[in-house]
């Protein structure tokens, strides 16, 4: 996978020399670090140093190692090699996270595990950016390095990991806490089958998912984190992370908000039908699991069930699109994005296309939660907190937002037949051979511009 990445790297840098989008912000600010100006910084950028600082921290020793001087040293391809080092190792934490998770599941085979990795690894929306010079890479690796170190239960350094993760995007902040709850969650999970063990209650356990159900756990979890002792037990359990997120809230402060540089454009608003747009993404990506006809035979089975539940989804859902839909300048603007022409080909078809689409959104929904029934209550609601929380926020409709809550929610569904791996396997490979064939081979120029501009998510 690596040597046919590195050849893949070398086609794309030999057609496109010179820095491409943002990548006009990040390789300059590269470049001064390289040369030693850590004091000079582009207002334009809007995530942390980290990216710079790990680029240098790899490329100065090599250098000096391999004795390459001059313009070769922190030059674009060089920088963008980083990222597929990144890539690298993101492959392998794939690895060791989905054999950590379904550690227990012995009918998978180390076959099924490869193949599954490989198929994330080359998630389109992620791998396209291993080749440029972008944050992505980076943060997912930090990311789930943290995650990995959680599960292990070893938290201190999963909250070190974490920082890196933050000093790469400041909203990776909520993996923190996504890894902080994993704990909780346990705890959490653990408590709860206690009880049900002391109550004999076995209508409880059979009911998953009712409305009397739900509110149990909401009266349970309101008196076991109203007791001291608990509180206690889960501090000590996830004090390294607290520490983590009090100084996040301290740079908040200091800040005067979580963009640094340019926050003209990165305005944080109440976006809710981003949520709908990530399910959407989701089903698109994950359609072998989420989008099959079994599937769809449930979801109208729970349909006819329960009539009212979902008449006031669709109610709520209509009031927050009505409500709470933002349309970012850039969304309208830079036609080199995939979003621009989702927007303009089925949003902006017809007025009311975004109320249309609500029975798909709760069909997306319903089949994602769906497929995370195997994990705990307190994990789902714990995910689905840290879900809202790095998307709703985001006024812009941006596709790598996505990548981090997508590979959370694909690591720890069940493990698909071999079949369903292999379509959905084969179908990132043609998404992924669409996309840089478009973005090599069918270049445009602006008007106003010299440039050559090339498509791209």
Request: aromatic letters at 20%; charged letters at 15%.
């Amino acid at each position: 996978a690596f040597l046919l990445s590195c050849l893949l790297f070398a086609v794309i840098n030999r057609r496109q020399r010179g820095p491409y989008m943002d990548e006009a912000f990040h390789v300059p600010q590269a470049q001064a670090y390289c040369h030693g100006r850590f004091l000079q910084w582009d207002p334009m950028i809007t995530t942390l140093p980290g990216l710079y600082l790990v680029s240098v921290g790899v490329v100065k020793p090599a250098a000096w190692l391999f004795g390459w001087t001059g313009s070769i040293v922190c030059s674009v391809g060089m920088l963008r090699f980083i990222n597929l080092l990144f890539s690298a190792g993101n492959f392998y934490l794939l690895y060791l996270l989905l054999f950590k998770i379904h550690q227990k599941n012995k009918a998978v085979s180390g076959f099924q595990r490869i193949l599954s990795t490989l198929t994330l690894a080359m998630f389109p929306t992620l791998y396209f950016f291993t080749f440029l010079y972008y944050t992505d890479p980076g943060s997912v690796f930090f990311t789930l390095f943290a995650y990995l170190m959680c599960l292990y239960g070893n938290h201190k350094t999963s909250a070190l990991l974490g920082f890196c993760g933050f000093m790469f995007r400041q909203t990776n902040i909520v993996w923190a806490v996504f890894c902080a709850g994993n704990v909780v969650a346990e705890k959490l999970n653990e408590a709860w089958k206690t009880q049900l063990q002391k109550k004999k209650d076995e209508k409880i356990s059979s009911r998953k998912g009712s409305f009397s159900d739900l509110i149990r756990i909401l009266q349970f979890l309101t008196e076991y984190l109203m007791s001291p002792k608990n509180l206690f037990t889960l501090t000590a359990l996830t004090w390294p992370y607290i520490m983590l997120v009090t100084a996040f809230f301290v740079f908040l402060l200091i800040n005067g908000g979580i963009v640094v540089g340019d926050r003209s454009s990165h305005e944080a608003c109440l976006h809710f039908p981003q949520l709908f747009y990530f399910l959407s993404f989701t089903v698109f990506f994950s359609f072998p699991h989420l989008l099959t006809p079994t599937k769809i035979r449930k979801f109208l089975l729970s349909l006819r069930k329960h009539p009212v539940q979902y008449s006031l989804i669709a109610i709520v859902s209509l009031f927050l699109i009505w409500k709470f839909t933002y349309v970012h300048k850039y969304l309208l603007a830079d036609n080199r994005h995939y979003t621009f022409y989702v927007w303009r080909k089925v949003f902006q078809r017809h007025e009311l296309v975004k109320y249309v689409l609500v029975p798909v959104y709760i069909f997306a929904g319903w089949s994602f939660a769906d497929t995370l029934k195997s994990k705990s209550i307190f994990w789902i609601l714990m995910y689905f907190v840290c879900l809202l929380a790095v998307t709703v926020p985001q006024k812009l409709l941006e596709f790598r937002y996505f990548i981090l809550p997508f590979l959370m929610y694909r690591l720890n569904i069940p493990f698909p037949s071999l079949y369903r791996q292999l379509l959905e396997l084969a179908f990132y490979i043609v998404v992924n051979a669409v996309t840089f064939y478009l973005f090599l081979n069918r270049t445009f120029q602006w008007p106003n511009s010299d440039e050559i501009q090339r498509f791209m998510w």
